[in-house]
């Protein structure tokens, strides 16, 4: 069984692709290259800022082969480090995939570009179900790309019984072998479906009740972490753990001892969108990339790939194994998370006392 964690396990750095970019610049500039080689590439520029492991390998090269355009891609791996990035006032991206649940507040502060009717020839590839409020409550401003749930990833050769609850982050047997993400809305979502309640509650009593069972599933840790948590999953360290399906997806391809599931008390399901900064520098280009991202070849190929449900129809029809649209039993016990607004801070003072212990 391995050791319960350390506190100051629960609190992991994650890491980025942004240190491989950073440490690569560094060598070239120390042998005098960079400066020469950007100094003669006039080329067209896109700045994007996504979640990592959240495109085809093939899809940057490919539109930069076709349209002339220098792409780079910046990467961040949980919506509060996207928002601290924005709301501090960052500059140069033209592309960001903020999950749909934040748009109301970024379109409030002034932060996304109003996307100009007709200017996406393929917006028409959009699943109805994620044209409507609950899944992009500002069509206006974001365009769909991938949808997921949030659920459990188990490895069968660690876990007798198949875990069907989230109650299993209570489960003192598995101390130390189980990480839950670094994410308020997940981590405190999960605990108000354990107890029957909305994701989106802002009910007193049941947001104290969420971090008294977040706090005792704590104990059992070994970190709070998404994405990364893959590799520790494949490699037998993380025996339980809260992820998101495309994640667990990509995990189980690499380790045929990893399944998912949605538990039973159900939980959320999500869309991250592609949107435009107030600020972008390259607008036209932005605009250009989101079309081309549109296409449904394009869809399928990274859909493929991210192991993530895609909300283009015409591009699920390309695929060979789809992840499908949620039924309607399914969507009963699925949410949209929504802007909670002045009540969100609630989420994040609780997430805080919640990490501190």
Known sequence: ???????????????????????????????????????????????????????????????????????????????????????????????????????????????????????????????????????????????????????????????????????????????????????????????????????????????????ADALAARANLLAYISAPVRGQIVAGDVWVAQMWNGDAAQAAAESPEIAYTVPREGSSIWMDTMAIPSNAPNVVEALRFLDYMLRPEVAARNAAVTGYGTANAPGTLLLSDPVPYPSAEELTRLEFYRDLGEETQRYYQIWTEVKAG
């Open 1 to 211: 069984m391995p050791p319960a964690p350390s506190d100051s396990a629960l609190s992991p750095a994650a890491p980025s692709r942004r240190d491989f970019v950073r440490a690569t610049a560094a060598a070239g500039a120390a042998v005098g290259l960079l400066p020469w080689m950007a100094a003669c590439d006039r080329r067209p520029r896109l700045n994007v800022y996504m979640w990592s492991d959240y495109m085809a390998p093939e899809t940057v090269p490919d539109f930069e082969r076709e349209t002339g355009i220098r792409v780079t891609v910046d990467t961040y791996e949980s919506n509060a480090e996207m928002l601290a990035r924005l709301f501090a006032g960052a500059q140069g991206y033209d592309i960001i995939l903020p999950t749909s649940y934040l748009l109301p507040s970024l379109v409030e502060a002034g932060l996304l570009l109003q996307i100009p009717d007709g200017a996406l020839a393929n917006l028409g590839n959009i699943a109805p179900m994620f044209q409507v409020p609950s899944a992009n409550p500002h069509p206006d401003f974001a365009v769909p790309y991938e949808w997921g749930t949030s659920g459990i990833a188990w490895r069968r050769d660690k876990v007798a019984i198949p875990p069907d609850s989230w109650g299993v982050f209570f489960d003192t047997a598995y101390a130390g072998s189980m990480t839950m993400m670094d994410d308020a809305r997940e981590v405190l979502g999960a605990m108000l479906r354990y107890r029957g309640h909305s994701v989106n509650s802002t009910d007193p009593a049941e947001l104290g009740q969420a971090k």
